[in-house]
């Protein structure tokens, strides 16, 4: 039997020893991720070889093998925040009230959403900023434009002793306020120098046409942020990998990569560009002995399975009836 291979795979990792990913908790054998936008995968096998060279010529005379590796590489099109973190080795975290995410938010208004007073000037925005007055901190900055660009240093928004002040209008839209009053904004000082900014008189409707605001949001739900440190690599998981090897009668027949003890290198690389193709997402596995899940006489680096069905196989009809023994057999 002779095939051939142009079908990509799916694998599924699963976990070699108990871990926990996010909020999740996978034990030994247990899925953790799948794989199904695959572009390309490949499996590489290579060996270091050395001789014995001798007599005239200096020409080779043994060959000693050894030194064996596979390696298992995959890109990926798509990529998920489980799917990074088990690439580079990076905590992953899930937004919570314990664990709230900060949101970095830039956004820009027109001057007709901005009210002006006297002495402030209020600012409505789209989402709740993070104003809190204990931290000793700001958080939080206003720069008044015209015509595309900023035209005064950034101004501190009045901060906020209890978030529950801060609550959406109809329009679902959050107010911030720019004042010209020390003790009504939060400002932070070094020494005897007192760092505020004052609304100008002439800061009215006219002088500026939008407004850049520069703020956090709080995330508790729906939001993951991935850590990467120092200290932490990819790690260690059993890989089992789907395709399709076709045979020269066109039959496609199911076949099975299995690793059953893979090392993620932690290398990666993040592209970003708007021009050309989409970045993808190479996973690079190393493969060690270690024993598959059903024979443990012996350890192997990987295993390939082919699976014959009734098409791929050679059936002849023996007599008019259908044989029962052809009922076990898939068509």
């Not at 209008?169 to 005897?192: A, C, P, Q, R, W």
């Amino acid at each position: 039997m002779k095939f051939g291979v142009r079908e990509i795979c799916d694998v599924v990792l699963k976990a070699k020893a108990a871990q926990k990913i996010g909020n999740k908790i996978f034990y030994a054998n247990e899925p953790v991720i799948y794989f199904d936008t695959l572009k390309t995968s490949s499996m590489e096998g290579a060996a270091t070889t050395v001789y014995a060279q001798g007599g005239r010529g200096n020409t080779r005379l043994v060959a000693w093998e050894g030194e064996r590796t596979v390696t298992f590489t995959m890109e990926d099109a798509l990529i998920s925040p489980e799917g990074f973190m088990i690439l580079s080795g990076a905590g992953l975290i899930d937004a919570s009230k314990a664990t709230p995410i900060y949101q970095h938010v830039t956004e820009t208004v027109d001057a007709g959403q901005t009210t002006v007073a006297a002495d402030s000037i209020s600012i409505k925005i789209s989402n709740k900023p993070y104003l809190p007055t204990d931290k000793g901190d700001n958080y939080a900055y206003v720069m008044f434009m015209k015509n595309g660009e900023i035209i005064t240093e950034p101004y501190i928004p009045q901060h906020v002793e209890d978030d529950t002040t801060l609550v959406p209008d109809d329009n679902g839209k959050y107010t911030i306020v720019v004042s010209s009053h020390d003790d009504n904004y939060h400002s932070l000082s070094e020494g005897e120098e007192s760092h505020t900014y004052e609304v100008k008189d002439q800061m009215k409707i006219g002088d500026f046409d939008a407004v850049l605001i520069d703020y956090y949001v709080v995330r508790e739900s729906d939001a993951q942020q991935i850590e990467i440190t120092a200290d932490k690599f990819g790690g260690n998981y059993y890989l089992e990998a789907s395709t399709l090897f076709r045979d020269q009668n066109g039959v496609d027949m199911p076949a099975e990569f299995i690793i059953p003890n893979c090392k993620i290198q932690s290398n990666f690389t993040f592209t970003m560009a708007s021009s050309g193709d989409p970045s993808t997402f190479t996973f690079t596995m190393d493969a060690f002995p270690d024993y598959t899940r059903f024979d443990h006489s012996k350890k192997v680096l990987a295993a390939i399975q082919i699976i014959k069905d009734a098409a791929s196989q050679d059936l002849h009809r023996h007599s008019t009836a259908h044989e029962d023994a052809h009922d076990l057999l898939k068509f």
